[in-house]
């Protein structure tokens, strides 16, 4: 199991990859992921919103804008 604590400094796509992942594997929501990850929610949303990503609430996953 790849170690999530420093995932804001790792590359957009690895990030994307992995948040998927575990929204799909591990959480039914990102507020579940970002509480048991203990992720700063503003910082992942930032950086998914600069890749040109958005979260979708209904799929649980992020998707391209």
């Known amino acids: 199991m790849m170690e999530?604590?420093?995932l804001l400094?790792?590359?957009g796509n690895i990030v994307f990859g992995i948040v998927n992942e575990?929204?799909?594997v591990e959480c039914t929501s990102l507020d579940?992921?970002?509480n048991r990850y203990d992720l700063d929610g503003a910082a992942l949303s930032a950086k998914m919103q600069a890749l040109g990503?958005?979260?979708d609430a209904i799929t649980n996953q992020y998707k391209a804008d």
């Open 9 to 11: 400094t790792m590359d």
């Open 4 to 6: 999530i604590k420093n």
């Open 32 to 34: 579940k992921l970002i």
């Open 22 to 24: 575990r929204l799909r």
């Open 53 to 55: 990503y958005h979260y």
